[in-house]
């Protein structure tokens, strides 16, 4: 309750100063000071909670529907800024089932990267916080002994007891003791890739909750990501080999280099790269875009990850090489049985991809169902513009539809609708508080005062 109090009087300040600016002029450098001192003592507090060291039951938690893969709940990512709290993600709530693709669409900045980032934990701190909410993940996750380690699986003699064999060095000759006697260990069990195997469960985590330093736990490994632009995500001084390499290490305890190595070709060839150990051996600026976003694919799915995100991994593609992307990303997703949350601003890729759909604007969801609801009943005035904004074949004009206005300030949000000033469609009761979520049928879903029990016949 601490920290809620902090930030209602941090919130209570910077209203303030908005209201001031609104009116004609900045905030003073007095009101920026205490703005920024009030900051810093919630981002104090956001740190030390995100870096203590916790108990596992802290963030074990339980699924509200077991068909879900993700559950993401009144979500509140902030950051904190000199002219004020910024709101990013203010609220968002939505599934992803398992074996499905959740589109997530919306105009720049209303929150889809951020939401994204928070799953993944990577927001830049200390201004970038979770303030609240869940994200339960539903991971498949090592079992660990008395002291955190994974519980290896060995091969077994038809009686049950373990196999031995000779310990090996990284050249692969025979360890000897001291009497010159072969070194014996256990002989643990691989998988089909090769990778050595261990005890697992299943358990859901609470990501929201988990302290910094156990996230390596699910990131990287049982959700991954695949950034905007690869050039960027890839390091330019490091072969393709290398970087691949190195997930395997993070994530598969007792790799070794000829597994990893193994593994990193078996995923180079698994999206479609025709010379996979010519690529492992290459470096990020001898490849095009096309091949480096299949090297960030591979990379993403070294691990057998449940849930992949899909940052608009074809923004910086050509069209042919875009169908391409969104083909091999289909063909995977049945391939390991795991999940997409792909965001995107293309509608076209939406429907092509998706088997539902987030609506998101000015940092919440206001409109969610299924691929075919979205497009072919769309109900909120947002969704209907974003539709009409989109080019068509048998168009009788010049011009694009676009939305008028503007999204309101982040940091000094109104307390009615966010879309009220640019919505054609307004009533009277969208000057009062914000509308909640109204179900219009199982899986289609609108924060809108023109429908449910609110709606009215108001000019």
């Known amino acids: 309750m601490k920290l809620k109090e902090k930030l209602n009087e941090l919130k209570n300040k910077v209203t303030g100063g908005e209201k001031d600016s609104a009116k004609g002029h900045y905030l003073s450098a007095k009101e920026i000071r205490d703005i920024s001192k009030a900051n810093a003592k919630v981002m104090m507090a956001l740190e030390k909670k995100k870096h203590r060291k916790a108990d596992e039951s802290e963030f074990v938690t339980e699924m509200k529907d077991n068909k879900n893969i993700l559950e993401i709940e ?89 196999l031995f064999e000779a310990l090996k060095d990284k050249d692969g000759n ?23 195997m261990y005890e697992m469960e299943e358990k859901v985590f609470d990501i929201a909750q988990m302290p910094i330093n156990e996230i390596h736990r699910i990131r990287g490994r049982q959700i991954s990501m695949i950034f905007q632009e690869p050039m960027t995500s890839l390091n330019p001084v490091f072969t393709i080999g290398n970087q691949l390499d190195e997930v395997v290490f993070i994530h598969n305890p007792g790799a070794t280099p000829e597994m990893a190595k193994r593994r990193s070709l078996e995923m180079l060839e698994l999206v479609g790269i025709a010379a996979p150990e010519r690529v492992y051996n290459a470096y990020p600026h001898e490849l095009s875009g096309g091949m480096r976003q299949r090297v960030m694919i591979s990379m993403a799915l070294a691990c057998d990850p449940r849930l992949i995100i899909a940052d608009e991994p074809t923004t910086a593609l050509d069209v042919t090489i875009q169908a391409q992307i969104l083909d091999l990303l ?11 949350m792909l965001i995107t601003h293309d509608l076209g890729i939406i429907a092509e991809m998706a088997d539902y759909v987030v609506v998101m604007y000015a940092g919440r969801v206001i409109e969610q169902g299924t691929v075919s609801e979205i497009f072919h009943n769309p109900l909120h005035p947002y969704t209907i513009g974003l539709q009409k904004s989109k080019p068509t074949m048998d168009s009788n004009t010049d011009t694009l539809f676009n939305i008028p206005g503007n999204v309101p300030n982040p940091v000094n949000m109104p307390k009615h609708c966010f879309f009220k000033e640019r919505c054609s469609k307004c ?33």
């Open 427 to 459: 009533i009277g009761k969208c000057s009062g508080d914000y509308p909640g979520m109204v179900q219009v049928s199982p899986t289609h879903y609108v924060a809108c005062h023109l429908y449910g029990e609110e709606n009215n016949d108001e000019n």
């Open 174 to 196: 025979a360890v000897l003791d001291k009497d010159g006697k072969p070194v014996r260990v256990p002989s643990q069990k691989t998988n089909e890739s090769g990778m050595l």
């Open 330 to 340: 289909r063909d995977l997703k049945d391939r390991i049985n795991g999940s997409i």
């Open 74 to 162: 009144n979500l509140h990512t902030y950051f904190f800024t000199d002219q004020g709290v910024v709101k990013a993600v203010n609220g968002v709530s939505f599934n992803i089932p398992k074996g499905s693709t959740v589109g997530i669409v919306g105009e720049s900045g209303c929150g889809k990267s951020v939401t994204s980032m928070s799953v993944m934990r990577l927001l830049q701190g200390p201004q970038g916080q979770i303030y609240s909410g869940s994200i339960r993940f539903k991971s498949y996750d090592f079992k660990r002994d008395g002291e955190g380690n994974p519980i290896p699986v060995f091969n077994r003699k038809p009686n049950g007891k373990v």
